[in-house]
């Protein structure tokens, strides 16, 4: 039997910066593992998303928005755009600058993956009611906005294509 314990100075594994680094890793394992029948990772997920939003966005303007070094995200493209997920198009201002976009069958993994989120946020706050869990994510909202982190943007992008990491 699990025993929920009180939050305590005494018990750094208790503390609220050891709890969310606890679920945020377990969430960001599990999120991963679910998305492997698609053939797609996180960033995977993440760049798709961005595009669907910004559909034209230019490689340098992604990468800069993603935090992201600029080599890896070309890297994470060509294996987007060999799956048939994105293109990239010729801008026509700047011949040197691709545009990219989504794919119909990009805007179909992107539904599926929007149906595995759906799945995963289900699975993760299960033991919270509706209420609890619209205050939670205003929380952890007011949180990410004072710790200065991109709305909408996972941290990890950051850290991506970097010596010794992804």
């Known amino acids: 039997m699990i025993h929920l314990v009180k ?5 750094p594994s208790n503390s609220l910066p050891f709890l969310l680094t606890q679920v945020g890793s377990h ?3 599990k999120f991963a593992e679910r998305l492997e029948p698609l053939g797609l990772s ?6 798709l998303g961005m595009l669907r939003r910004s559909a034209g966005m230019s ?3 992604l990468a800069e928005g993603l935090g992201m070094h600029p080599s890896r995200m ?10 048939g997920l994105v293109e990239r198009r010729g801008n026509p201002d700047d011949r040197r600058v691709y545009a990219l976009h989504v794919t119909p069958s990009g805007e179909k993994a992107l539904r599926e993956i929007g149906r595995i989120n759906a799945e995963h946020t289900e699975a993760l706050s299960a033991s919270l009611n509706a209420s609890e869990r619209d205050q939670l994510t205003r929380l952890l909202s007011r949180v990410a906005v004072e710790q200065g982190l991109r709305p909408g943007v996972h941290p990890g992008f950051s850290r991506l ?5 992804g």
Do not use: F, W
Request: charged fraction near 30%; charge should be negative.
């Open 7 to 11: 939050a305590s100075s005494d018990n």
């Open 27 to 29: 969430a960001a394992m």
């Open 42 to 47: 996180p960033p995977h997920a993440g760049i």
């Open 59 to 61: 490689q340098q303007d």
């Open 74 to 83: 070309v890297t994470i493209l060509d294996e987007l755009e060999t799956k």
């Open 161 to 165: 294509g970097r010596k010794g990491r």
